[in-house]
């Protein structure tokens, strides 16, 4: 059995930065950033000094976490022609050694030492290429194939210096929304064309970045310490300023910023700050092909090398969700809020209004009781929705949910016991709408279904 256990000896001990989702006392004034400040308030996250720039993600966290992966999987999946994969996190340091992150990403990585029969010494994975790299290499791969597209959302790790940590920003485990992308030189440019088009959707439709705010391209050129030859990043950065010149968006350079193996093209967005922060990334790659020795059989049945796209849309999930608090403060869009729907009875001594809460509770949430053999359906809908009868006035809670940012409060009184159509309003306004609980299901599933 394997015992891992990792090395922190490269590195001086920790005094990083870290805070509290229910306690961040002891941070100065003004350190706070804004994705701390709503985790406070909505019990997203926390870390903690026992495991330096690791997050732990809390209940309402992870389902944020949870619901930008969903959202990120079906896209890539139907929409974009990934197929997952899922794949080891520690590797021998052969492997490392062969993707040159050995030589070029040492100081970033985590080793593992485990038994004494384990005689070579392993690396916790700051990246997934070189594990797609192996799954490419398992079989023999025809044109026919290309382009193959693999997605992954493997937990990474990466030793980032104590005083480089910050919030959910930069941190030491990560998950990055990862894709490499094998194809033929012919099928890059169509490639990264179709990589930025769902960057557009993201960062544009589907996420609130304002126009201001809106994420902008920079070309990162080859970096001092690289792998390769020169002539062959030469072409790789042509082939992607050509990309950018004809994209339609404005774009500038990032001199000497590529990756160790290759150029590419960063997606940033700004802070509230102005400060801004590498989300998404598309990358080219004719080296890791070569290391690793890749090959697909043409079709006049001659083998050649093809050539690896990397890329990630949010970049990481963490980081991701650092923006988005950033921009939005914590008003989550219904569909992707911890906390969709307060539901509310007028008067909590009446039995019939909390049991109509209950029971329009259990609906939203998709539950089933736990006392009978059938499962929860796949694909159903279950609401993020919950029920406030403390013995309090009825306006306190429905302020108290409100400050909360619940998307709907649902208030049942008498008449709306009676009627069997309940009062529904949102955070923003105070207009009501009578609807059964019927409705207030489907209206729920729309708002889903439109990423509302
Ligand atoms: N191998 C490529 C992807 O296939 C790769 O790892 N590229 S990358 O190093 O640029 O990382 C991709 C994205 O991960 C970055 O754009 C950034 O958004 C995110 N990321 C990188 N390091 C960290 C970190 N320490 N904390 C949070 N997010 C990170
Ligand atoms: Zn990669």
């Given amino acids: 059995m394997l015992h891992p256990r990792t090395l922190f000896s490269l590195r001086p001990i920790e ?3 870290h805070w509290y989702s229910t306690k961040s006392t002891k941070l100065a004034a003004g350190t706070i950033s804004v994705s701390q400040e709503v985790s406070n308030k909505q019990r997203l ?5 026992i495991s330096p720039g690791s997050i732990f993600f809390l209940p309402n966290g992870a389902k944020i976490f949870n619901r930008l992966i969903q959202f990120m999987k079906l896209q890539q999946q139907f929409k974009y022609g990934f197929q997952e994969v899922v794949t080891p996190l520690i590797y021998r340091k052969s492997l490392w050694e062969q993707s040159g992150h050995w030589q070029n990403y040492k100081e970033d990585m985590f080793r593992v030492e485990g038994h004494d029969n384990m005689k070579e010494e392993y690396g916790l994975k700051p990246m997934n290429c070189p594990g797609h790299c192996l799954i490419y290499k398992k079989f023999d791969r025809s044109y026919s194939e290309l382009p193959l597209r693999f997605a992954d959302f493997s937990p ?19 998950h990055q929304d990862d894709g490499h992308i094998f194809c033929t030189p012919e099928q890059v440019e169509n490639e990264i064309n179709s990589c930025l088009k769902l960057v557009e959707m993201c960062y544009t439709k589907i996420f609130p970045f304002s126009e201001d705010e809106g994420y902008f391209l920079e070309l990162s050129t080859r970096p001092d310490s690289y792998i390769g030859n020169l002539e062959i990043w030469n072409h790789a950065e042509d082939v992607l300023t050509g990309i950018l010149k004809k994209c339609g968006r404005s774009w500038r350079l990032n001199e000497g910023d590529g990756a160790f193996y290759g150029p590419k093209i960063d997606i940033k967005v700004r802070d509230h700050s102005g400060k801004s922060h590498q989300v998404a990334t598309i990358q080219l790659d004719f080296q890791l092909p070569e290391r690793f020795d890749l090959r697909y059989k043409d079709r006049d049945n001659t083998y050649k090398k093809p050539i690896v796209i990397h890329r990630a849309v949010f970049g990481s999930v963490e980081r991701f969700m650092a923006m988005l608090m950033d921009s939005n403060r914590g008003r989550w869009p219904f569909w992707l809020n911890p906390r969709q729907a307060m539901i509310i009875p007028v008067n909590t001594k009446t039995t019939e209004q909390v049991k109509k809460s209950h029971a329009l509770l259990l609906k939203l949430r ?11 359906a796949l694909n159903s809908f279950h609401f993020n929705a919950e029920v406030d009868d403390r013995a309090e006035p009825v306006g306190y809670r429905i302020k108290d949910a ?5 998307s709907y409060l649902i208030i049942i009184g008498d008449k709306e ?7 529904v309003r949102t955070k923003e306004s105070r207009e009501l709408e009578h609807l059964s609980t019927d409705e207030i299901f489907s209206k729920f599933c729309e708002l889903e279904k439109n990423y509302a």
């Fill in 45 to 49: 996250f926390f870390t903690d000094p």
């Fill in 15 to 17: 005094c990083g930065f």
């Fill in 417 to 423: 016991v009676e009627t069997g159509r309940y009062a």
């Fill in 156 to 174: 990474l790790h990466r030793n980032e210096a104590s005083g480089a940590l910050s919030g959910l920003t930069r941190v030491r485990k990560f």
């Fill in 366 to 376: 998709g539950m089933n009781t736990n006392d009978d053999l059938t499962p929860i």
């Fill in 402 to 406: 409100l400050m909360k940012n619940y």
